[in-house]
């Protein structure tokens, strides 16, 4: 079969949620990237115990939205996938930075970047490849991709960003192997400055540790 695959670039528009108000009384503004399967205005519901005065929460949008299952009722969505996947990384990011211009909050604010499973790969490669400069970078159940090495976080030293990996330690997903792997990987990214949290659980989100993130 002759073919030819080629690509356009357009214009296009995404949505994105936050939970409470930002306002100058806001301590803590978090940028919080979903698992695969999630829409982002249903993630939040893992946010909402913390304390509205104090925290606001942005949760972009991954793009591609799909049903879940052959009912065709409930959608979810995917950040990425291995189908082109450089090209869409940078569709992604460029997202990101949207996001972040359009909410243009305070330096003052203490930014904290959250990705959870799959939105991991996404926070750690918009900090990356962005040089974003935040206070708290928040790896939960996930994995970095492999491309990235210690120079792409070198600059979170000199910003002096707190770094906190959490991983449930009979979460479905990592086998001891791989989380030996992957607890080595941090290790090195972030050389020994990362703080590697396991707790009792699968592959879940818990509210009590995300609470213990700003305690």
């Known amino acids: 079969m002759d073919y030819s695959e080629n690509t356009v670039s357009y214009t296009s528009t995404n949505s994105y949620v936050t939970l409470n108000k930002l306002t ?8 919080v990237l979903h698992g695969i399967g999630y829409l982002s205005r249903y993630f939040l519901k893992y946010f909402n115990n913390l304390p509205p005065e104090d925290n606001y929460i942005i949760a972009p949008q991954a793009p591609s939205k799909y049903y879940l299952n052959n009912k065709f009722r409930h959608v979810g969505a995917s950040w990425l996938t291995k189908e082109a ?3 869409e990384t940078q569709n992604v990011l460029a997202y990101l930075d949207g996001v ?8 003052d604010c203490n930014f904290i970047v959250f990705g959870y499973s799959q939105g991991v790969s ?5 900090v990356a ?12 159940a996930g994995s970095i991709p492999n491309e990235l090495t210690a120079l792409d976080f070198d600059f979170l030293k000199e910003n002096q960003t707190k770094i906190t990996t959490l991983v449930g330690d009979t979460d479905e997903y990592l086998t001891k192997d791989r989380r030996t792997s ?19 659980g699968g592959h879940e989100i818990k509210k009590e540790l995300i609470l213990n993130l700003i305690s």
């Open 24 to 31: 100058d009384r806001t301590k803590n503004v978090w940028i």
């Open 182 to 200: 992957e607890s080595k990987k941090i290790i090195d990214l972030f050389d020994e400055k990362a703080e590697q949290i396991f707790f009792k």
């Open 122 to 126: 996404i926070a750690t490669r918009w």
């Open 100 to 107: 972040l211009a359009a909410e243009n909050f305070s330096e």
């Open 129 to 140: 490849k962005r040089k974003i400069k935040c206070n708290h970078l928040v790896l939960y």
């Open 85 to 87: 996947t450089q090209q």
